[in-house]
């Protein structure tokens, strides 16, 4: 089964080049470092070395207290951070700046999961949430890497694709040391597939710490934004979404004429898209990226740089948290939680589906399902701030009582390591 898998991947090579080509056109940074998706690269250090595999923007933001921790308990070892979007590098480097190693995920072909491990020569392996690659941990298994799925999470959706190809599926996961699950549900999930060693370790992001940075640009930001006016924030938002998001904030400026949004789409690619999609609704819009100081005409903030979504959170008082409106299956809430803000969220959000259960029983979030009762809710919360508090309140709680993750991780690291 492994051989057709691979022999699908060399088939597809070719297009899946002309993909990142495409996609350059909007964001060059998919056509920057191409070689190292292949296995290439420049040589590392002669250091012993752990490998954190971290996707994109969001699962680099939940390794960075497991990063910190390994870091200071391994002074000797290199933490090598490997991405497989340009935004994810990006938010490597701004979070770690050179203390760490970065480099893109080479493709699962055999001869570029080799050189890279040839280069690399990993004494241990932690890939960020639902990450399974045969070839790569084939050939880790070989080298005696250990390799574990960390942050492990599995939706009922990404399961039943995984068990159209069960003996795949099975065989990878047969090779992998412990899949450290973020909750019981992921990990039953991942048992059934055939993953013979599981256990839940929680889940990292709530081990999130708001920087001191973040939460000081966001104190600014909002000195610029008004300080008495309403400000809310669409954060990550997906095509399709940005229309469902203005089509509320008019609903809410037609009760509160000085409300603000703060509007954040989810990719670089789509911020010229939503600026314009603004602006054509006729709202008075203003770009971060331009330097461009809101003033009180302001009615929609595109926020439109990377890594300063904490500080649009920081200066924000409600925040809707998107990839909700669609079948993308939600974004991370807890890092508006983090900040004491009460969270509205869109009905899709199979991918953080214990973690909104905690939130929704702690009333520290609320589940709308079009922009009209988007409107409803933002134009409540704003009407009782006591409302807002008290689910900020109750945010803080769940984080607090699921703290620990970063603790089982590094636990099981050191058995790793020795």
């Keep these: 089964m492994r051989r057709l898998y691979t022999l699908l991947l060399y088939l597809i090579a070719p297009a899946v080049v002309l993909r990142l080509l495409w996609r350059s056109r909007r964001n060059p940074g998919y056509r920057q470092r191409i070689p190292e998706r292949f296995g290439f690269g420049r040589a590392f250090a002669q250091r012993p070395r752990i490998w954190i595999h971290a996707v994109s923007v ?53 001869g570029a999961v080799e050189r890279f491990l040839e280069r690399a020569r990993p004494r241990v392996v932690l890939c960020m949430e639902t990450e399974i690659w045969p070839n790569l941990f084939a050939a880790c298994a070989r080298r005696n890497v250990p390799v574990f799925i960390a942050n492990a999470r599995l939706s009922a959706r990404s399961a039943r694709a995984y068990a159209r190809v069960a003996a795949l599926t099975r065989a990878t996961l047969g090779q992998v040391a412990t899949v450290a699950a973020r909750d019981a549900r992921d990990a039953q999930r991942f048992r059934a597939l055939g993953a013979p060693r599981v256990f839940v370790a929680g889940n990292l992001k709530h081990d999130l710490d708001v920087p001191a940075t973040a939460r000081e640009t966001g104190m600014v930001l909002r000195a610029a934004l008004g300080a008495d006016r309403p400000v809310w924030i669409a954060a990550s938002t997906h095509a399709g979404e940005d229309e469902i998001v203005l089509d509320a904030h008019r609903r809410l400026c037609g009760r509160l004429p000085d409300a603000l949004l703060i509007l954040v789409p989810r990719h670089p690619e789509r911020f010229d898209e939503a600026a314009a999609r603004s602006a054509s609704a006729g709202f008075v819009t203003r770009r971060r990226s331009l330097d461009i100081v809101p003033d009180a005409r302001t009615q929609v903030f595109i926020g439109d740089t990377l890594g300063e979504l904490m500080c649009f959170y920081a200066a924000g008082d409600v925040a809707f948290v998107a990839g909700s409106f669609v079948e993308v299956g939600g974004h991370n809430p807890l890092e508006p939680v983090a900040l004491g803000l009460p969270v509205l969220t869109g009905p899709q959000v199979f991918n953080f589906e214990q973690v909104y259960a905690a ?47 970063t603790d089982h991780l590094a636990a099981l690291l050191a058995d790793a390591l020795g």
């Design 58 to 110: 969001g699962e680099t933001i939940a390794s960075v207290p497991l990063v910190r921790r390994l870091q200071q308990q391994y002074p000797g070892y290199a933490v090598l951070v490997t991405n497989t979007t340009p935004t994810g590098a990006a938010q490597v480097r701004r979070l770690f700046g050179d203390t760490v190693e970065n480099a893109y995920l080479p493709y699962d072909l055999p």
């Design 359 to 405: 939130l929704f029983a702690a009333d520290a979030a609320r589940q709308v399902d079009d922009a009209g009762a988007l409107a409803m809710a933002l134009v409540e919360l704003f009407a009782a701030p006591e409302q807002r508090a008290r689910m900020g309140d109750g945010g803080e709680r769940v984080l607090a009582a699921h703290r620990g993750a």
